[in-house]
């Protein structure tokens, strides 16, 4: 049988203002790589929204993060007051990115299409990408994120039976 082909999602632009995401931070204009303490260890945390909040922590091993331990903690803060998931972010190549996720209100996800996005774009806004695009790798699964920063937002190349998948 032959795979189905990816089809691209258009997730618009990411929203970092504070009030919007909603995040509480004043210091910058965004809330990007700002320290979080949870249980006295700080965490930079980068607050993103699509369409629901997020919480993207970059990590040295996105398979050894107590995803429901620290998930829980950083998805409850008291800084994200309707709660956020939270996206664990490893890189591993200056193109490709493995990823965590804690949903809000639901523990441990494979991967949302959402937050596959929140990995990418947050890894390029801390350089850790540098190009315009980068792979996430997800749930066992493989997107690609791509950022016009002009005119064109963000756009997700999904494989077409996750599309029904809830973003």
Do not use: Y
Not at 122 to 142: E, F, N
Request: glycine letters at 8%; a negative charge; proline letters at 5%.
């Amino acid at each position: 049988m032959k795979p189905s082909a990816d089809k691209t999602l258009s997730l618009g632009r990411p929203v970092t203002a504070p009030c919007l995401v909603p995040v509480v931070h004043t210091s910058t204009p965004s809330c990007i790589h700002s320290p979080f303490m949870v249980n006295g260890e700080c965490h930079r945390v980068t607050a993103m929204s699509f369409a629901s909040p997020h919480g993207a922590v970059l990590v040295d091993d996105a398979d050894a993060v107590d995803l429901q331990g620290l998930g829980s903690a950083l998805g409850t803060h008291c800084l994200f007051p309707q709660g956020a998931s939270i996206v664990f972010i490893e890189v591993l190549d200056g193109q490709t990115l493995k990823a965590r996720l804690w949903r809000r209100g639901e523990g441990e996800a494979a991967f949302s299409h959402e937050a596959a996005c929140v990995a990418a774009i947050t890894a390029m806004m801390l350089q850790k990408i540098t190009a315009h695009s980068a792979t996430v790798l997800m749930g066992g699964q493989s997107f690609c994120v791509e950022w016009n920063r002009g005119a064109g937002g963000v756009s997700l190349s999904v494989p077409a039976e996750l599309l029904d998948t809830t973003l």
